[in-house]
């Protein structure tokens, strides 16, 4: 847990239930100086700060919550982030609310996110560097539901590195997470197109296997740079999911090893019991054996598919940000 001497457990809670304390007679401007701004996204815009009193540097992420309905989501998000420390999951340090805005001060990630990484000429992406990837990316999620915790918006703009210099990755945006409780049924109308799992198309109830799902595709794009349900408009993405079909045939699954493809057909499947957990993940040969891995695993692979992916998606987030 990781509370401050301001952010004590809410006996009144009951257990598992912890409201971390967001400041609401101070300024984040107090304690810390805001510098550049880091990135954007639909909900918040995120700076870099340094500390006042130890000159340490954090990121402060600024959500406009002017409206009550807007004040209760970025609490949950607080909530359930003060519920996770994990080495995989971005950490929350610090938050402060007024009426109409609030700053959640966060760890400071200053790697860039991972798939912008991974493209760079000077680069050799290999599946062993996937298989490396894809168990920190599981282990976070593990984390979170171990905890009962669900994601629900795992995609690459998510997937960040800690630094320029290695490839210490860590999740970030919990905006759209929620707690998971078997007895209490949750639908939700959430997420992004193709990343999403046919559960929430349809609304039916969501488990932690929903984010299942986009580990898959996430691990798909890493591998062979397509996106598996990509359709010309939003509808036909997800009228794809939904029909569920995909497969391995395009060329840029040649070099895959077959262990790669069984993992992610292991997690690509629709019906949600039948769908691999993370902890199964992490008993899957292609993840956890590195006896098996082979030759194959350190082909290096083409990224052009990917920047291309990239660049459309890109493409896609700034019409967002010019819509909203
Ligand atoms: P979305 O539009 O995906 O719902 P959002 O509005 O909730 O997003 P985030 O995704 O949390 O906002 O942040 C927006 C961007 O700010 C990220 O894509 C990333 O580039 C940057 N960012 C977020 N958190 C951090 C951090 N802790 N350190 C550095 N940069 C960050």
Known sequence: MRYTANNQMDSDEGEGGMSFEVKKNEKAEDNYIVKEELGKGKFGIVYRCEEKSTGKTWAAKYVKTIRAKDREAVQREIDLMAELEHPSLMALIDAYQSSRQTVMILECITGGELFERIVDDKFDLTESEVISYMRQICAG???MHHNNIMHLDLKPENIMCVNRTGFQLKIIDFGLARKYEPNNELKVLCGTPEFVAPEVISFDAITPLTD????????????????????????????NVTVGEWDFEDEAFDGISNGAKEFISSLLVKDQRDRMSVDECFRHAWLSEISTRTKACETKLSTARLKKFLARRRWQVGLIHLIL
């Open 141 to 143: 999620v593990q984390h």
């Open 212 to 239: 299942m799902w986009s580990v898959g595709v996430i691990c798909y794009v890493l591998l062979s740079g397509l996106s598996p349900f990509l359709g010309d408009s939003d509808t036909e993405t997800l009228n």
